[in-house]
């Protein structure tokens, strides 16, 4: 019986992997269309075939992924800036709405021209919010992309 073969697409871009695996499951007999219905493979035997292999079940590699301290230390990562950042954030945002609500005399302070502090304020939040997204995504680049990477290689050897 052939084996389906087929691309696994991050294989390609990472050196020293291969770039197709076998595929666990075998690919369905074909019958003929004089053939007897006692000829064609039954799907329980195609099942008993895989599980005869000593693949782990993939809830248990999952798990001890999950429990490991390489993951640990991705999640802290990512919340060691986003927690901070998005604190960060919404104190500016609801700033910026406080002193609209409390301050208006102040935020229409003519600063240049047509524009006023709330205009600069509005503006800022702008600003910030690219400024913000091009950090969270240099940071993640920076110090969790390679490790959350080499995690996943890991973790797809094990189901292999």
Request: no cysteine.
């Amino acid at each position: 019986m052939a084996q389906q073969q087929s691309f696994d697409w991050w294989a390609g871009r990472v050196p020293g992997r291969p770039a197709a695996r076998q595929a666990r499951v075998p690919a369905p007999a074909a019958a003929a269309p004089s053939a007897a219905p006692e000829q064609v493979a039954e799907p329980e035997q195609a099942s008993e075939q895989v599980s005869e292999t000593s693949v782990p079940a993939a809830g248990e590699v999952y798990r001890a992924v999950q429990s490991s301290e390489a993951f640990d230390a991705i999640r802290r990562s990512h919340r060691g800036f986003v927690l901070p950042a998005t604190a960060l954030f919404v104190g500016w945002y609801l700033l910026y709405v406080l002193a609209q609500a409390a301050a208006p005399a102040l935020m229409r302070r003519q600063v240049a021209g047509p524009l006023n502090v709330a205009w600069l304020l509005g503006l800022g939040q702008f600003a910030s919010t690219f400024v913000l997204t091009w950090l969270y995504a240099r940071n993640a680049r920076t110090k969790r992309d390679r490790a959350a990477l080499e995690l996943r290689w890991d973790t797809q050897d094990r189901l292999r």
